[in-house]
């Protein structure tokens, strides 16, 4: 049990490239999560699902897109980085709850994005 | 909207001696409170966290958090530091309902000297 794992773990970018980071769960999970987290800023929620085949927009999309064409992956696209996109990116994934809200996320790793 | 504040950026605590946490949080209703650690270079793990019921919530590793609605707070507690608990530790706070958005405040980094 492998619980949530993302590749790559480090990945350094010209501006105007693309990438995919990749986000795996075996736990089943019908939620999912990326957030990026930048030194005193917390973590800030860019895209989730709450199911396969549905995504939506967080509090910081902009520049970004997602798939979830299978229920234990996630990806996270960027079509053409920029260096304000340089953090670090984790992907979490929960339970859904009847009455939602309130189920612990599990995060994965992290990967670490560098955009020169 | 909601939203967390962890006003403490970086405490620094000597192994042994007691620990407090500050966190509070703005929501329109009770919410669900929780406290993350991330140890350097891994992701976030739940420490403990608040659904309803007593206010006092014991966690894994020792800590505790209290929720005082007067206050709006989720102070988390540990009575004697270990040098592992040196880590960054955020709250969060989650809606009631809805698809689980949870908001994290900005962290407090834990050094520990021996």
């Known amino acids: 049990n492998a619980g949530v794992t993302q590749t790559p773990k480090f990945r350094v970018l010209k501006t105007g490239q693309s990438m995919t980071l990749l986000c795996a769960q075996d736990?089943?999970?019908?939620?999912m999560y990326w957030y990026r987290q930048d030194p005193g800023m917390g973590l800030r929620l860019i895209h989730y699902s709450v199911g396969e085949g549905t995504t939506a927009k967080g509090e910081v999309p902009d520049g970004y897109n997602v798939s979830r064409l299978k229920k234990q992956n996630f990806l996270l696209g960027l079509e053409s980085a920029a260096p304000s996109q340089t953090s670090v990116y984790f992907c979490?994934?929960?339970?859904?709850?009847?009455?939602?809200?309130?189920?612990?996320?599990?995060f994965g790793p992290g990967t670490r994005l560098l955009v020169l | 909207a909601q939203s967390v504040t962890q006003p403490d950026i970086h405490i620094t605590v000597s192994e042994g001696a007691s620990l407090e946490l500050r966190c509070n949080y703005s929501y329109g209703a009770t919410p669900y409170l929780f406290w993350y650690v991330q140890s350097p270079g891994q992701g976030l793990q739940l420490l403990l966290k608040?659904?309803?019921?007593?206010?006092l919530v014991q966690g894994i590793k020792g800590f505790e958090a209290e929720f005082k609605r007067s206050q709006s707070s989720f102070n988390l507690r540990k009575p004697s530091v270990h040098w592992s608990d040196a880590a960054e530790y955020f709250c969060a706070v989650g809606a009631r309902w809805g698809y689980q958005k949870v908001t994290f405040g900005t962290g407090t980094k834990l050094q520990v000297i021996p």
């Open positions: 608040y659904f309803s019921g007593d206010t």
């Open positions: 979490a994934s929960s339970y859904s709850t009847s009455s939602g809200g309130g189920e612990t996320q599990y």
């Open positions: 736990m089943n999970h019908e939620y």
